[in-house]
């Protein structure tokens, strides 16, 4: 499958903050080669491992963060280090690094010694706060920034003696490498539109904290602090609860509030099949909602269209109470009405409607001699093919390829 950045050859330090840019450009078809300590990179030791086997090559961590690379081992530090590298980088186009500041300027092999001869290039630095900053010297992991950047804030329950809650999926690097991901896209238009390329000073901070939803805007231009709710936005004033448990313990979201005739239609036919239209408290006020012809919320709301409201979040709620948690979603779903099942990682891999969405992509592993399932296309562009290109490299497995 040809990508949208085939004949783009990038080279990535391999590190924390990196890697999921690095990832992206190369199921989109880039070249990427990833440069490695000897021994591989620190992250190979990140846990779980295949068969819980603790080799470099078995980190599942790496794994899904290298697919569609070439893997080359440089010391930088040793005397021939530096020499290799701007070998490698000679012909490359981009540059993606996540190294502390001042350590590539030591070696000589900084964005201004590298683009001195060659203005085309483009080089993308991602520290923790900016290079400018000293707290970019200070080590950060994916929990701390969460935190110190908001993003951990509007995430967590109702009950908020229960402390903030980090989003699970290293959602920190994502949003940073996405962000490095785009500034070498947005890089790469300009130089094609004639101009040079650019050093761009990447914050993982600074991404992360415009990343936080409304949170940040409400503070700054409202001077309000939002609150977290339970499967719900985060809001400086609180909304109605929405996560309730189905029939079979599991938890579903009722969503958003249905609010045509339509809706309150359905509900009723609903009700009605499961044979429980007369337990449901306040359903006739669902009538009185299509005789209105639904509510209008974008109008004051007035006490009859505040119940009738309710009583279609009711309605839902017992709903759920009656039947299991998926076919509670998926009976809403055909009915087109909004709501969620809360599904487990696993669950979400295996269901259905994300198998034909294609996040399921088998990956030939042949040192393992069998497929590998990985998560698919984080997005999907029909002008722009995503695809694994090829398993994640082995410790240095194009060293002798790309430098001898």
């Given at each position: 499958m040809t990508g949208a950045l085939d004949g783009v050859r990038v080279v990535e330090i391999a590190g924390v903050w990196s890697a999921w840019a690095g990832k992206l450009l190369g199921d989109l078809g880039a070249d990427v080669v990833v440069v490695e300590p000897p021994g591989g990179h620190v992250t190979r030791r990140f846990g779980p491992f295949v068969a819980d086997e603790l080799h470099p090559d078995r980190s599942l961590w790496w794994w899904y963060y290298n697919t569609s690379k070439r893997s080359v081992v440089i010391d930088l530090d040793a005397p021939a280090g530096p020499d290799a590298f701007r070998r490698l980088v000679a012909d490359a186009d981009v540059v993606l690094e996540g190294e502390a500041p001042g350590r590539l300027a030591a070696l000589g092999i900084d964005h201004s010694d590298m683009r001195a001869d060659r203005p085309e290039l483009i080089w993308v630095s991602v520290t923790s706060h900016g290079r400018a900053s000293a707290r970019s010297a200070e080590p950060w992991t994916d929990l701390t920034m969460s935190a110190a950047a908001g993003v951990a804030w509007p995430n967590g329950y109702d009950d908020h003696t229960l402390a903030p809650m980090r989003g699970r999926g290293n959602q920190t690097l994502q949003i940073t490498g996405t962000f490095a991901a785009m500034a070498v896209l947005?890089?790469?238009?300009?130089?094609?539109?004639?101009?040079?390329?650019?050093?761009?000073?990447?914050?993982?901070?600074?991404?992360?904290?415009?990343?936080?939803?409304?949170s940040t805007f409400f503070y700054l231009v409202a001077g309000e602090t939002v609150q977290r709710q339970t499967g719900r936005h985060a809001m400086a004033q609180p909304t109605q609860a929405v996560q309730v448990r189905?029939?079979?313990?599991?938890?579903?979201?009722?969503?958003?509030?249905?609010?045509?005739?339509?809706?309150?239609?359905?509900?009723?036919?609903?009700?009605?099949?499961?044979?429980?239209?007369?337990?449901?408290?306040e359903v006739f006020f669902l009538d009185i909602g299509i005789a209105r012809a639904g509510v209008d919320v974008t109008k004051e709301l007035d006490p009859e269209a505040l119940a009738i409201l309710e009583a279609g979040r009711a309605a839902l709620v017992h709903i759920a109470a009656h039947i299991p948690a998926v076919d509670f979603f998926e009976g809403a779903q055909r009915r087109d009405l909004q709501v969620g099942v809360?599904?487990?990682?696993?669950?979400?891999?295996?269901?259905e409607h994300f198998v034909a969405r294609g996040i399921q992509v088998a990956v030939r592993h042949d040192e393992l001699d069998r497929d590998v399932g990985y998560p698919g296309a984080p997005f999907v562009m029909t002008g722009s093919p995503w695809a694994i290109r090829r398993r994640p490299p082995l410790v240095g497995e194009h060293t002798d390829e790309l430098l001898h």
């Open positions: 947005t890089a790469l238009l300009h130089r094609d539109a004639g101009g040079p390329g650019q050093h761009v000073d990447l914050s993982a901070f600074a991404a992360c904290n415009v990343t936080t939803e409304g189905a029939a079979d313990g599991r938890y579903v979201s009722t969503g958003f509030l249905p609010m045509s005739a339509a809706d309150f239609r359905v509900i009723l036919d609903w009700l009605d099949d499961l044979g429980i239209r007369d337990t449901s408290p809360i599904f487990s990682p696993d669950e979400a891999y295996e269901n």
